[in-house]
């Protein structure tokens, strides 16, 4: 089965920029989709389609797919982006839909 | 507003059954995949469940095959699991979710049902 590595954790400085890194297989040549859960809520969507952002998302949050990484950013990071973060793709050869193994962000 | 909420969830012996249920408003239910992802303790994301809007095609994860039944009422804006056969390792919290209507994703997730086998 298709398989998602992410890193366990990410520290970051309030102000300073997040980088969350999903590696996989080729990738780039998926839809990769990110979710946010904080503590004792239900994850959401806050990257479609690689790079879009649903309505409510801030613009500090992006996404970008290539090769066999995809990347979200957080930049002026703040301390409510706090969160355990997910990767996920829909991998059409077994129909699965596939989560990555999540990274916690911590705002020092 | 889109919303799902889950309930039917609790504690469990090894063993025993439960049927959980996720209650669907603000969409036209029938035109949407609902999947099921759970998260055991301290753990990540598992998607092991799905039915498209029709309710003629579903999808098993292997651990829970045999065991679990997915299936829904559209006059009823409902999806039902049915869980037999309990595990310790079933112990999770269980979301439902709508599929986005692009497919491969999930625009829509429900608070969740904590399920404890012991």
């Known amino acids: 089965s298709y398989l998602l590595t992410q890193p366990p954790s990410v520290s970051v400085a309030p102000g300073k920029t997040a980088t969350i890194i999903c590696g996989g297989d080729?990738?780039?040549?998926?839809?990769v989709y990110w979710y946010q859960q904080k503590p004792g809520q239900a994850p959401v969507l806050v990257i479609s389609?690689?790079?879009d952002r649903p309505s409510g998302i801030p613009e500090r949050i992006s996404g970008s797919n290539s090769g066999n990484t995809a990347t979200l950013t957080i930049t002026r990071v703040e301390a409510g982006d706090e969160a355990d973060y997910y990767c996920?793709?829909?991998?059409?050869?077994?129909?699965?839909?596939?989560f990555g193994t999540g990274t916690k962000v911590s705002v020092l | 507003e889109m919303e799902l909420v889950e309930s039917g969830g609790g504690l469990v012996q090894p063993g025993g059954s439960l049927r959980l249920s996720c209650s669907a408003s603000?969409?036209?239910?029938?035109?949407?995949?609902i999947h099921w992802v759970r998260q055991a303790p301290g753990k990540g994301l598992d998607c092991f469940l799905g039915?498209?809007?029709?309710?003629?095609?579903?999808y098993y994860a292997d651990s829970v095959k045999g065991r679990f039944t997915i299936s829904r009422d559209n006059s009823k804006n409902t999806v039902f699991v049915h869980m037999t056969s309990l595990r310790l390792e079933d112990t999770a919290i269980y979301y439902c979710?709508?599929?986005?209507?692009?497919?491969?994703?999930?625009?829509?997730w429900g608070r969740g049902a904590l399920v404890t086998v012991s």
């Open positions: 979710l709508k599929e986005s209507h692009f497919g491969g994703y999930f625009d829509l």
């Open positions: 603000g969409f036209t239910f029938k035109n949407f995949a």
């Open positions: 039915i498209n809007g029709d309710g003629n095609r579903t």
């Open positions: 080729n990738i780039g040549s998926k839809s």
């Open positions: 389609h690689d790079s």
């Open positions: 996920q793709v829909w991998d059409s050869a077994t129909d699965d839909y596939v």
